[in-house]
């Protein structure tokens, strides 16, 4: 399974990409609930696509 793919799978219905977990140890504060769309994951998963030209691919 090629890459753009998984994040195509990974992605919800409004082109959001959720986060998955949150990461172990003490925090301040919560920026993101888990299975909740993500602005920052959604921000990096675009980038990647844009990058390799696939953001059309994603439509």
């Known amino acids: 399974m090629t890459g753009w793919l998984k994040l ?3 992605a919800l219905s409004d082109m959001t990409w ?4 949150k990461h172990n140890g003490q925090i301040h ?4 609930q888990p299975g909740k769309a993500s602005k920052w994951n959604t921000l990096r998963a675009l980038r990647v ?3 390799f030209g696939l953001i ?3 439509k």
């Open 8 to 10: 195509k799978l990974i």
């Open 18 to 21: 959720p986060l998955q977990a």
């Open 29 to 32: 504060f919560d920026m993101e």
């Open 49 to 51: 696509l844009k990058h």
């Open 56 to 58: 059309d691919r994603m």
